[in-house]
């Protein structure tokens, strides 16, 4: 279920606690009543910078003909990706979280005093923990408020900005940096052309703030556990050796057909739950796994091609940094506009899928 409810007028003033609770409080409670402190009105929060980062060395097509059986027309026909950059040996997801957090934090105007809530969207920590987000907090300078990971995989942005949108929007946190950071090529069989042409490493950054007008519009995360076998990293550590299989698995047939039938569902969601049309979106900003599949998606939408936000041929599939990467892109190349509409999706492992629609 989305959010949307919570940010309707009629739900605003009932406050952090709800009204049951707050009416037994103030009926049984009278000599506490005045002590009782709510948090905040709910409020609204909106995207006030944009940064991303990617790693120097590029991997084209060209390369990986010479290393594995394949050909560039093979992976643009199929993907429409050209290259993917990838991460030195030794640059971890935190240090390619913090380049784009800083230009995302220059972007917005905000220092490190300002921040009270770092989320980090990543499937590859630098370590199992401390989290990604403690990591990036301390390299920051950031010296309070929370810091957590979360693991949606290709979807974990779209959970990263619905969870930090769901805590400003209560009050009890004001301004978030939100991170997606990938080292995707350190999952990947280099050996296996079925998958290792399809990733790449990158990190996008956002910072979201309270505000007295709506930029996250609604929100729709879903999640279809039954589906873990058609795209996974199954390997893990256990008592001080790796379990399972350390590279990315993929039946990439079921995963296409999940990602066109759940982003299509996802945003008709979406556009229902705000009463807006695929003709009033300004732009689309995709999860960038395939041009066919955005294709197909916006075709089904209804969103024209030319208001669609592609990066997959030059950063291939980067997960969680897809969207957030793609996003800063048309940020800065003065595409997207403040006050613009704009639709956010993420689909991946899980499976997992979700949409956002703000105003930027
Ligand atoms: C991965 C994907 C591009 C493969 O395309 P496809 O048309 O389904 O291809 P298939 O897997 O059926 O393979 C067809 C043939 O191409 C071959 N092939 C696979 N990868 C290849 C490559 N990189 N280069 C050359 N040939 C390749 C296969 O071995 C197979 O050969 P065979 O028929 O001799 O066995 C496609 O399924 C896809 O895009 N899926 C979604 C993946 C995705 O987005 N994942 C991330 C979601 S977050």
Redesign the pocket.
Known sequence: MGFSALLRPGTISEGWHGPLKISRLLSTRKRRRRQVKLAPAMAYSRIIGTGSYLPERVVTNRD?ESK????DE??VS??GIEARHVAADGEMTSDLAYQASLKAMESAGVGPDDIDLIIVATTTPDMIFPSTACLLQSKLGVRRGAAFDVQA???GFMYALSTANLYIASGAHKCALVVGAEVFSRLLDWND???????GDGAGAVVLKQSETPGILTSNLHADGSLSGI?RVDGGISHGKIRGNPYLE????A??RT?VRALDDSAQEALTATGLTAAQLDWFVP?Q??I??INSIADKVGVPRERVVTTVARHG?T?AASVPLALDAAVRDQRIKRDQLVMLQ????GMTWGTILLRY
């Open positions: 990986l594995i059986d394949t050909t093979w992976i199929r993907t995989v290709c979807t052309r079925r998958t290792c042409v399809l990733f795209l993929m039946d990439g047939q995963v296409y990602a999860h796994a395939n066919r599949i599939n997960s993420g689909v991946g492992g």
